[in-house]
T-cell receptor, first 118, second 116 residues
Framework: DTGVSQDPRHKITKRGQNVTFRCDPISEHNRLYWYRQTLGQGPEFLTYFQNEAQLEKSRLLSDRFSAERPKGSFSTLEIQRTEQGDSAMYLC????????????????FGAGSRLTVL | AQKVTQAQTEISVVEKEDVTLDCVYETRDTTYYLFWYKQPPSGELVFLIRRNSFDEQNEISGRYSWNFQKSTSSFNFTITASQVVDSAVYFCALIDGSSNTGKLIFGQGTTLQVKP
């Protein structure tokens, strides 16, 4: 168990370019989350997967953002036509399964992917 | 609506001082979970504690202790005899009782600086 891995750790891009981040969760975890964290703020929820199904999306996730989790393993978060306001740390987390609050498992976070849009 | 408020943006103490980080939460649900996470300069959020809404017992783990009071909707975190390695951003978080996703709702965080 190597924890949650995220790649790349840092990405600098020009406005208008597309970027993709990858998250490899802990292998036996079927829940996967993406969060965004800007400087001086707490992480904000973006989206949630249970296995391969994307079950919840935040209003923060505009139509330029898309997330996938094929086969319920790794996940990707793509941002199209990046804007300067997209500059942030993108955090991925995973947790074991469970239904409702009886499955309120601890989320294990990756180290994040920091995006800078010039 | 669910909300977590950490009113202290930054705290600076000298090593060996005790320090308390405040957390106030809002939720309409009677069942919920509260968490504290630590984010050192490396950036990775590290889990510290989880507490469910039915367990108001205070908890102590080494130099760390937590005081959960439902009457004031608070879940405060105290570090006793602080050390330089405690310097980090600390987040209080809530799991929404009406959600089946287990998503965490975070406060804004408190930056703790412990000076030697």
């Amino acid at each position: 168990d190597t924890g949650v891995s995220q790649d790349p750790r840092h990405k600098i891009t020009k406005r208008g370019q597309n970027v993709t981040f990858r998250c490899d969760p802990i292998s036996e975890h079927n829940r996967l989350y993406w969060y965004r964290q800007t400087l001086g703020q707490g992480p904000e929820f973006l989206t949630y997967f249970q296995n391969e199904a994307q079950l919840e999306k935040s209003r923060l996730l505009s139509d330029r953002f898309s997330a996938e989790r094929p086969k319920g393993s790794f996940s990707t978060l793509e941002i199209q036509r990046t804007e300067q306001g997209d500059s942030a740390m993108y955090l991925c987390a995973s947790s074991p399964g469970g239904q409702g609050l009886s499955g309120a498992n601890v989320l294990t976070f990756g180290a994040g992917s920091r995006l800078t849009v010039l | 609506a669910q909300k977590v408020t950490q009113a202290q943006t930054e705290i600076s103490v000298v090593e060996k001082e005790d320090v308390t980080l405040d957390c106030v939460y809002e939720t309409r649900d009677t069942t919920y979970y509260l968490f504290w996470y630590k984010q050192p300069p490396s950036g990775e959020l590290v889990f510290l504690i989880r507490r469910n809404s039915f367990d108001e017992q205070n908890e102590i783990s080494g130099r760390y202790s937590w005081n959960f009071q439902k009457s004031t909707s608070s879940f405060n975190f105290t570090i006793t005899a602080s050390q330089v390695v405690d310097s980090a951003v600390y987040f209080c978080a809530l799991i929404d009782g009406s959600s089946n996703t287990g998503k965490l709702i975070f406060g804004q965080g408190t930056t703790l600086q412990v000076k030697p």
